[in-house]
């Protein structure tokens, strides 16, 4: 994968926040698995003079980001459509063909299982047709599936993939990373207009409507972890998430009551920003054909698609950053695994959810969206907020208000969850009928 | 609680999930070219005759080309050339077969109702569906080899339905052996009383077998308008061979 980050910075953090981890990353790191990434890069750029060298390394991690990601891309769509058949009990795409070459005929006779099937699709995608409708704005229906692919992709290059691997090592990379996040939505709407479709232009609307009202629980949901961790950098929120307490409960944020709750609006929302199931309002096909799909063909179709996995492969990956120990192993014999294989596991582990649920939820109404963040999520995430500060105040003391912070701040979040619930959930009831039986 | 509905409905497809790998009861497809579909035994799409061998369909035809079907047929789909000569049927009899028996698939609307006319049983609905063709004209146009399918097939695909007919036409037939068995005794006894007058108005076996087949079945064919002519009057119609 990418790396541009040297190997002393990351002593650096280690001597900042945590200094048990130190011993166990003068260990790990030598191992030959754990730094191949490095030493490949090192290896293709150390050809060059020194001068060049940054920008080879650059160049070097962003090949590496389209080329895992797209790889993985082609692949979650297979998976998802596999495990959405396998949801409703029948096998899913299995009979896409092996190419049959005239020098390599015992090709075709190959079973793959379905596994050539992203590669049918690219090449479909690839020979369709691209129309663009007479009145739409040219320049805006073909920038939109550009600028959305190119804000996704932003997104990644701040996600520590792995020990050392990060593309960029910025100061305020959470910060970024939701600014990047947050400027898909604006793709969404310029496609949304530029298609000059009246379905397009409702979905854009709905797409707007959804960030804003979504965007403000993502926000706060991460705040705490900021505040625990200190800094707005991935690579030390990742830091402060290292060692293990009595030898095996990691130090993740999940692990704690304001860090579950965190996770969970977090993950909520991550639904409701990369417009997935059940938050897919922009492109709701049973009201609005496709939303601002309905105008694209071909391959800008299939880069909405790719923008789509990005954004979810994206916020997985900053989900697993926040909240989930990045990319360190869950228990300390366990570190013989390298980082980046730790971190894909988890990255999977959330996009498999992430598919579980769109085989389960139907769709939500655009008023019952809104609701849910404005009346929900924002108040929810507010509290768990002050949750956090009650976290932090508390762990400073005896060993006695170390322990009491566990249940006083589970309550602090459990009690406002189940009362506004109750609130939510107070207008529906078993439907009655005034005719029927 | 806000939130048990949701993980109920995830432990539901969770279950379908881990389920369709280990149970294939769960499977709600079957991968279609080497698997076949089971198909429910009322299917119908075209017609075929039904010949009592497999091994000569062309010589056990039960069709006797009386050319009710065709007659019947709503969208004149079927074509019906009777032969010049006779031949042995199963019951033993001669009898007119057709030289040309030909149905147009891209015509015919499965309407099923040749089957229900047909007195002998002959011409039965098919469940084969695969029938895609290069040739959209010769190669939907059935002829006479092409809808010949024996006895036995049809009880394969539509097995309560063809006992059923095998039952009706064995009945028919020992019916029909009493009922000539007394009327040729009949005959033999009115002949030794009635030596002395020789102008005694013979029994027609024909029209007595007609209505002993078409009495015994419950089918719509009671209703069906008789036939118009019989095709070769001189030849008096024969019971309904049985399997």
Redesign the interface.
């Known amino acids: 994968m990418s790396v541009v980050v040297v190997a002393t910075s990351a002593s650096e953090w280690t001597a900042l926040r945590v200094v048990d981890s130190l011993a166990l990353v003068a260990t790990a790191t030598d191992r030959f698995l754990e730094c191949a990434p490095v030493m490949l890069r090192d290896a293709v750029t150390g050809l060059l003079p020194d001068p060049w060298r940054w920008i080879a390394n650059g160049l070097f991690a962003i090949v590496a980001i389209f080329a895992v990601f797209g790889l993985l891309f082609a692949f979650l769509t297979l998976a998802e459509r596999k495990i959405l058949g396998r949801v409703q009990n029948r096998p899913g795409p299995n009979r896409a063909p092996t190419p049959t070459f005239p020098f390599a005929k015992f090709l075709g006779k190959i079973r793959t299982y379905g596994l050539a099937q992203p590669f049918a699709d690219g090449v479909k995608a690839l020979t369709k047709e691209d129309i663009v409708p007479d009145g739409a704005d040219k320049v805006l229906h073909f920038l939109a599936p550009v600028a959305l692919l190119a804000f996704a992709t932003l997104t990644l290059v701040v996600i520590p993939f792995g020990r050392n691997l990060v593309a960029l090592q910025l100061d305020a990379a959470v910060l970024y990373f939701f600014a990047a996040g947050a400027a898909t939505e604006l793709a969404v709407f310029m496609a949304g207009w530029a298609s000059r479709n009246k379905y397009s232009l409702l979905a854009a609307m709905r797409a707007l409507a959804q960030l804003i009202s979504y965007e403000l629980p993502l926000l706060l949901s991460w705040v705490p972890v900021v505040m625990i961790a200190g800094s707005l950098s991935t690579v030390a929120i990742v830091e402060a998430q290292a060692g293990w307490k009595f030898g095996f409960i990691p130090h993740w944020h999940v692990l704690t009551p304001w860090g579950f709750a965190g996770f969970v609006i977090f993950m909520v929302a991550a639904l409701a920003e990369s417009n997935r199931s059940p938050f897919d309002l922009p492109e709701a096909e049973s009201e609005l054909i496709a939303g601002h799909l309905t105008e694209y063909s071909g391959f800008k179709y299939a880069f909405f698609f790719m923008a789509e996995y990005f954004g979810m492969c994206a916020l997985s990956g900053m989900a697993v950053t926040l909240f989930l120990g990045g990319w360190r192993a869950p228990l300390p014999f366990l570190e013989f695994i390298p980082s980046y294989a730790w971190f894909g596991a988890k990255l999977l582990a959330l996009i498999l959810g992430f598919m579980w649920i769109r085989a389960t939820f139907p769709r939500l109404r655009i008023d019952q969206l809104t609701r849910f963040s404005w009346k929900f999520l924002v108040p929810l995430a507010l509290i768990n907020l002050g949750n956090t500060v009650v976290w932090a105040l508390m762990s400073g003391g005896s060993p006695a208000l170390a322990l009491a912070r566990w249940p006083v701040c589970a309550a602090i979040i459990v009690v406002p969850f189940v009362w506004l619930g109750r609130a939510q959930s107070a207008s529906y009831a078993p439907r009655t009928y005034r005719y029927a039986a | 609680?806000?939130?048990t509905g949701?993980i109920q409905?995830?432990a539901?497809?969770?279950k379908?999930?881990v389920?369709?790998?280990h149970d294939p009861e769960?499977?709600?497809?079957v991968?279609y070219p080497e698997v076949k579909p089971k198909l429910p035994e009322n299917y119908r799409n075209f017609p075929f005759l039904v010949s009592e061998t497999a091994e000569d369909p062309m010589g056990t035809l039960r069709c006797v080309a009386c050319q009710i079907c065709e007659k019947e047929c709503p969208p004149q789909c079927i074509y019906i050339v009777k032969s010049k000569d006779k031949k042995l049927d199963a019951s033993g009899k001669a009898q007119l077969y057709p030289a040309t028996f030909a149905i147009d698939t891209s015509v015919c609307m499965s309407c099923q109702i040749c089957v229900e006319v047909c007195p002998f049983d002959a011409i039965k609905m098919d469940q084969e569906f695969e029938i895609a063709t290069t040739d959209r004209f010769h190669g939907l146009l059935l002829n006479r080899e092409q809808l010949a399918k024996p006895n036995s097939y049809y009880h394969q695909i539509h097995p309560t339905e063809a006992a059923a007919v095998d039952a009706l036409l064995v009945a028919a037939r020992k019916a029909a052996e009493e009922k000539a068995k007394a009327a040729a005794a009949a005959k033999a006894a009115a002949a030794a009383k009635a030596d002395v007058a020789r102008v005694s108005r013979p029994v027609n076996p024909a029209a007595a077998n007609t209505n002993t087949g078409q009495e015994t079945r419950a089918t719509p064919a009671t209703s069906a308008p008789q036939p118009p002519a019989a095709p070769s009057a001189e030849a008096p119609k024969p019971p309904p061979p049985a399997a």
């Not at chain 2, 769960?26 to 497809?29: D, G, P």
């Open positions: 609680m806000l939130g949701l409905g995830l539901v497809t969770a379908n999930l389920g369709s790998f769960r499977y709600t497809t991968e």
